[in-house]
């Protein structure tokens, strides 16, 4: 893995040590790239193989004292095979449509952004968002982000917010309407997001980060295989944390 030449000129920067979003009575310290250096999506590829994240302008990557729980964790697309489960999600959602949309504020997105968040996450500190800490959240003004719209007969059901890498697709965040549980449209959209990989040609799903034991997490272990970024290097073998 070679860095563009300019990103050797990039520094990075801790933030104090604040609790713990996941896990309970642990502290976090996050590492992020220096936000005055220029980005790309050429260097943000190249940091997600280093199990790096965005989040808005921001890359970052969790680097907690005495703590290893959290695990970057991607998908070889071309080796996936779907389990019977998720064969029967993706055959339940083949009467969506999906819409390409560009990394924009849109208030149909916006409003259910804002239902999502108030039932699956209500008191958490994530309802009730204003439209500033939507689009800070989800959009970045230098990487390509596309936002893939799931409609059943022109009514909205999911969005899948994605970042296009020289590599693959990292999955930033997905929403759907709360009413729609039996589709399992969060499950649908990875499966779709790897169709979508391999249609570009590219060879991976980034997923984010994996927490043992943390149950908001567990879904990604039901994408087999992965690999996970552990001691430098990605592995096929699921680290502990």
């Known amino acids: 893995m070679t860095a563009p030449e300019d990103s050797r000129l990039l520094s990075f920067f801790s933030t104090p040590v604040h609790p713990c979003s996941y896990l309970a009575d642990r502290d976090a310290v996050t590492v992020f790239a220096d936000p005055r250096f220029p980005k790309s999506t050429e260097l943000y590829s190249v940091l997600s193989r280093y199990g790096f994240r965005r989040s808005g302008t921001h890359i970052y990557r969790p680097q907690c004292p005495g703590c290893s729980a959290c695990i970057p964790v991607r998908i070889p697309v071309r080796e996936f095979v779907p389990r019977r489960s998720q064969r029967r999600v993706r055959n339940r959602n083949a009467d969506l449509t999906v819409i390409e949309r560009p990394a924009e504020f849109r208030q149909e997105h916006f409003d259910l ?21 939507y689009t800070d959240f989800l959009i970045g003004d230098w990487c390509h982000t596309i936002f893939y719209e799931f409609r059943h007969h022109g009514r909205l059901l999911a969005v899948a917010v994605a970042d296009r890498l020289d590599d693959g697709l990292s999955a930033v965040y997905t929403f759907f309407d709360p009413t729609t549980a039996r589709r399992s449209l969060g499950t ?40 996970y970024f552990a001691d430098g290097s990605w592995t096929r073998h699921a680290p502990t944390g």
């Open 113 to 133: 952004y804002r239902d999502y968040l108030a039932a699956r996450h209500p008191g958490g500190g994530m309802d009730n968002p204003t439209p500033q800490q």
């Open 188 to 227: 649908h959209a990875v499966l779709w997001e790897m169709e979508e990989c391999r249609r570009l040609g590219l060879d991976w799903l980034y997923l984010g980060y994996w927490i043992p034991g943390c149950g908001k997490m567990s879904y990604k272990q039901e994408f087999q295989p992965s690999e």
